[in-house]
């Protein structure tokens, strides 16, 4: 597994990185006793490596039998696992399974299932707690609906949090959808809801963690 910096991140690590070099140069020149520019610098290298990790794009290949399975989106936790009403496309009743990232794990979403787009909206929206059950239907939000090869219709969402300001979709309607490849990526903290069809079998549980790219986590009929 290949793991490289996010395209997302590089004008941020780079705007980043020219600040703390405004702040420490002059700190070294003209602050005494060293000890506080040292301070200064040992800080700004903590916060530099924190976003350094926030934006590593990992390569992942998923490895197992991809029939009717349904991959995790993201890295994070299992929050969320309902049956619930998805009134936006589906206009049915399914089972929703939330994934929650926080500022640690890896930001990146990937497809949950090999098909095709059909479906891409972004909505503007609130920035609450990401782990709300509301958040998925409030926030700042962006729906992704996909027909597996099987030829069950699954949804996607990428939910903002209260860190999360910007939600970056790649999908656009008919394009191919892989397991393997980037579906979007979310910015500082967040969720990714996924809504499948009732008779899915589950593979996780509440408190789960899963790998984007690489968790099996449902398995459709």
């Not at 939000?141 to 910007?166: F, N």
Request: with cysteine.
């Amino acid at each position: 597994m290949k793991v490289k910096i996010h395209r997302e991140g590089l004008n941020i690590l780079i705007i980043l990185l020219l600040i703390l070099l405004v702040i420490n140069i002059p700190a070294w020149l003209f602050i005494r006793p060293a000890a506080i520019p040292a301070t200064f610098t040992g800080v700004s290298a903590i916060i530099y490596l924190l976003v350094l990790n926030f934006f590593r794009s990992p390569r992942r290949q998923f490895k197992g039998d991809r029939d009717n399975v349904v991959v995790a989106s993201a890295d994070g936790k299992v929050v969320a696992l309902e049956e619930t009403f998805e009134d936006e496309f589906l206009h049915c009743r399914c089972i929703q399974l939330s994934v929650f990232m926080s500022v640690l794990n890896v930001h990146a979403n990937w497809f949950p299932v090999d098909g095709e787009v059909l479906y891409v909206k972004h909505h503007s929206g609130r920035f609450l707690s990401a782990y709300l059950p509301k958040s998925s239907t409030e926030n700042e939000r962006s729906t992704v609906a996909i027909r597996s090869t099987s030829g069950s219709v699954i949804l996607m969402r990428q939910v903002a949090g209260a860190l999360a300001r910007r939600i970056v979709t790649y999908a656009r309607p008919g394009e191919v959808a892989s397991i393997d490849n980037h579906m979007g990526f979310i910015k500082f903290g967040s969720r990714v809801d996924l809504y499948l069809p009732l008779g899915t079998e589950i593979l996780v549980k509440l408190g789960d963690t899963t790998t984007g790219g690489i968790t099996p986590v449902a398995r459709l009929q």
